[in-house]
């Protein structure tokens, strides 16, 4: 059956990190899904988004603004102009392309956008990944439609109209392919899996410590180590296994610079080890894995730090220091779950009531809903 065609236009905006960027994809892949063709991407062609919607087809609205400096110097009046233009970019882009709505995630990216839909009097929703909101979400959210907010202990910070917690967006892979389906792609059978990821950039404290996970488990055939090193490392790590050659790679290990099929090695493992950046979290309770929770410790106002305590609190991760991590510790942690699979199964059980379906649609509604498109989600009554 052909995809009905609807006139509504979007606006998608934020940028310079994963967390930033993803929750846009995910919404940019949903609309196209429900057949809506107007859709742009207001962002930073400096940035990482414009590599990313690039491979999207979707046309891209550059603004040049970046991070706000803290110190009042040159700088800090050179962002300062730099913002007044950007502001003035996206009014002449909504004055040419005429959105519906507007959806931005926060951070500086999306500022100019949502300043110019407030002096336009465009409706827009913002979404927020991090259980402290950024000073985009927390300045722009009264004017919103609607926030949405991935952790409920960020709502005391919002003051917003209509406040949801329908988490992150996240693939729809977490929720259509089984742990048994994953391992079958990665080549793994009933062997204890163990992955270990410090984002797509790697992390040297989370490297050091998984090398010596590797090496300590390399003789165990019932214990499988996957490893990703971050694209910038990938060669480093190799090293400590032999001058670069993957033949001195242990058999039950695999190591890898990136995973572009990141679904798969978290749904085939037992345990995560990871950063705690908030779209990894997510992804990691919507596979429903325990986990060990590292925060990078210079992430913008301690962010990381907060969302791995929330995810403590819930009782599904251990929560790790950067500064703490060793690779003895971390064996220790690793090897204390297990041994005892009670606090595992705890574990696991605790991450498997956070995220039981997509909240990307639930975040879809309410961006239709302010497009003033929202009777497109319901049944077509008509047509049964």
Known sequence: MQKKQHTKTFFLTGGGTGGHIY?????????????????????????????????????????????????????LFKWFLLLIVSVIKCMDYAIKYRPDTVFATGGYVSAPMVIAANILKIPYVMHDSDAHPGIVTRAFSKGARAVNLAFSEANRFIKAKKITNFK???????????KKEARAELCIKDE??????????????????????????????????????????????????????????????????????MYLPILAADIVVSRAGSLSISEILAAKKPSVLVPYPYAAANHQRMNAREIEKLGAAIYTEDADLTGKSLINAIEGLMNNPEKLSRLQEKASMEINENPTFKILDLVLDAAGAAEHLKPDTEAL
Not at 30 to 46: Q, R
Not at 193 to 212: D, F, H, P, W, Y
Not at 220 to 238: A, C, M, P, W
Request: positive net charge; glycine residues 6%; aromatic residues 12%.
């Open 23 to 75: 929750p846009c994809v995910s919404m940019l892949n949903e609309l196209k899904n429900k057949g809506y063709e107007s859709i742009y991407y207001v962002g930073n062609s400096k940035n990482p988004e414009f590599a990313v919607i690039s491979n999207l087809n979707t046309p891209f609205l550059d603004v040049p603004v970046f991070g706000m400096p803290r110190k009042p110097d040159l700088k």
């Open 168 to 178: 992150n967006p996240v693939r729809d892979e977490f929720f259509n392919i089984s």
């Open 192 to 261: 204890f899996c163990v992955l270990v990821m410090g984002g797509s950039q790697g992390a040297k404290t989370i490297n050091r410590a998984a090398i010596e996970l590797v090496k300590h488990f390399q003789n165990r055939n019932d214990v499988k180590i996957i490893f990703q090193t971050g694209k910038k490392n990938y060669d480093e790590v190799l090293l400590e296994f032999g001058k670069n050659s993957y033949d001195k790679i242990p058999e039950n290990a695999i190591i890898r610079p990136y995973f572009e099929k």
